[in-house]
């Protein structure tokens, strides 16, 4: 062999080797170009999955929130509604009220004038009979408070003590104390019905 030819031959297999490796070359980084696409697209799928149940959660949330809402603005309307129903139940007891103090006054009797006597009229003088005994003494029309047929003027003070917060239990002692009265019971119940207590 001539030494040309062996000079043609290495440099054919130098070129067979360079162009092997070159090969070698390219398909590594052929294979590590899809390896990385793979890995960018099981990245981009997580992220996606990531970003789908944080959207969902964050609706679940809006609902939740936008529900709370409904509700305590139902809640201050009831609480509303419930102010304005107290408010007129409060107005009518107070009228109630006036309409019965109103009604008792015009319905008691008028006192009847109290007589006076003169300032200087002496009493009358009269003689008695040494023979006959002593008469008996007499009360004195002051000696207490008036008591007896005084129904309407016990349910008057009995109303005015009622409408000024005195319990049933005082009312029932000063009218036992002060009028005679049948049914002192009835009467309270009346009184204190009307009142509402």
Do not use: C, W
Not at 97 to 119: I, W
Not at 158 to 174: K, Q
């Amino acid at each position: 062999m001539s030494e040309g030819s062996g000079k043609q031959s290495a440099a054919a297999a130098a070129g067979e080797r360079v162009r092997a490796v070159l090969e070698a070359a390219e398909q590594s980084a052929a294979e590590l170009r899809a390896e990385a696409a793979q890995e960018i697209d099981s990245q981009l799928e997580r992220a996606e999955a990531v970003a789908a149940r944080l959207s969902e959660r964050a609706n679940q949330i809006e609902r939740s929130l936008q529900g709370i809402a409904d509700s305590v603005r139902d809640e201050v309307s009831a609480l509303k509604a419930d102010l304005e129903e107290l408010r007129a139940v409060g107005e009518g007891v107070a009228e109630a009220r006036t309409a019965a103090a109103e009604e008792s006054v015009a319905a008691a009797p008028a006192e009847a004038p109290v007589a006076t006597e003169p300032e200087h009229a002496e009493p009358e003088r009269v003689e008695r009979d040494p023979a006959e005994p002593e008469p008996e003494p007499t009360a004195s029309p002051a000696a207490g408070p008036p008591r007896g047929d005084g129904h309407e003027g016990a349910r008057v003070i009995a109303l005015n003590m009622a409408l000024n917060g005195s319990p049933r239990e005082e009312t029932a002692r000063y009218l036992q104390e002060n009028f005679d009265l049948e049914d002192p019971d009835a009467l309270l119940d009346e009184v204190y019905a009307r009142v509402g207590r």
